[in-house]
C-alpha cells in the first residue's frame, strides 16, 4: 500500500442504461462531509464520566466541476437535479478514467443539486454540484 | 398522426420509435425517466424539453419559443399530453 493520491478518484454516474456508469468531465475536488450525532448515554451513577454512542451517519458530498461539452453525465445529471427529489446513482472509483464498477469506494442513490455555478471572468465556467443520500449506501469501504 | 394544442396552436406531433435516443442526446435521460420527472410542478422549460423531439411539423417552434408557448397557455394541460404521448405506442412512420 502507499499513501493515497485524491486524483485518482473520480464520480461517476449511472447513465440511462442501468448499470453503466460514466465520470463527469472537467472534475476538481470531491470532498464528503460526514456527521453522527452523539448520544449522550451516561448517567448520574457513571462516576463523573460521560458516556456517549454516535448516531446515524449524515453524508453530504460536494465536487466541483469545470464543465466540459458535451458531457452526456453532466447533461443527465442537471436534468436530474432540476427536477427535486429525483435520485440518481453514483459511485466514487479509484483507479481514475481506468476504475470500473469494482472499483468503486463509495456508491449510492443521492439527490443531486447544482449548488452554484460561477461564470468566471477571464476564466472557465465552474459549477459545484451537492450530494445528499437517498438511500444508505451500497459501498462504503475506503480501506 | 396526434397533435398538441398549446392555446390556440395545433402542432402536429408523434412518439418516434427513436424518442429515447433524442431525449438522451438531448437530456441524459429516457421517454420512462422523464415521465416520472414530468410533474404537476414542472417547468415550461422542462416540458417544452420533452414535447420538442416528438413534434414533426416543418414550422414546429424551436425550444424557447415552446416553452414561451407552454408557459401562455396551459402548462398543466400540455403536460398532461406529453404525459400521453410519451406512453402512445412508437410511430414508425418517417415523419
Not at chain 1, 463509495?106 to 477571464?122: L, M, Q
Not at chain 1, 438511500?135 to 469501504?141: K, R, Y
Not at chain 2, 398538441?4 to 431525449?23: M, Q, S, Y
Not at chain 2, 423531439?53 to 396551459?74: F, N, S
Request: charged share 20%.
Amino acid at each position: 500500500m502507499a499513501v493515497l493520491l485524491g486524483n485518482n478518484y473520480l464520480l461517476w454516474v449511472e447513465s440511462a442504461v442501468a448499470g453503466t456508469f460514466a465520470a463527469l468531465k472537467g472534475q476538481g475536488s470531491y470532498s464528503e462531509s460526514r456527521s453522527q450525532p452523539k448520544i449522550d448515554t451516561s448517567g448520574k451513577e457513571t462516576t463523573g464520566y460521560t458516556t456517549g454512542a454516535y448516531g446515524n451517519i449524515g453524508y453530504e458530498g460536494s465536487l466541483d466541476l469545470r464543465v466540459n461539452l458535451p458531457d452526456a453525465a453532466y447533461t443527465r445529471l442537471e436534468t436530474i437535479a432540476n427536477v427535486p427529489g429525483t435520485p440518481v446513482n453514483i459511485q466514487l472509483r479509484a483507479k481514475g478514467m481506468a476504475g470500473v464498477s469494482a472499483d468503486a469506494i463509495f456508491a449510492a442513490s443521492v439527490y443531486p443539486s447544482i449548488s452554484s455555478r460561477n461564470f468566471n471572468k477571464d476564466g472557465t465556467v465552474d459549477v459545484k454540484v451537492s450530494l445528499s443520500l437517498a438511500a444508505a449506501p451500497t459501498v462504503d469501504t475506503l480501506a | 398522426m396526434a397533435t398538441v394544442t398549446i392555446g390556440e396552436r395545433k402542432l402536429p406531433a408523434r412518439r418516434p420509435a427513436d424518442l429515447d435516443a433524442r431525449l438522451v442526446v438531448s437530456t441524459g435521460c429516457t421517454a420512462a425517466e422523464h415521465a416520472a420527472m414530468l410533474r404537476p410542478t414542472s417547468t415550461p422549460g422542462q416540458i417544452a424539453r420533452v414535447l420538442a423531439p416528438m413534434l414533426t411539423g416543418k414550422d414546429a417552434p424551436a425550444a424557447l419559443e415552446l416553452a414561451e408557448l407552454i408557459e401562455a397557455g396551459d402548462p398543466l394541460d400540455v403536460r398532461a399530453q406529453v404525459l400521453d404521448l410519451l406512453a402512445a405506442p412508437a410511430d414508425t412512420e418517417e415523419g
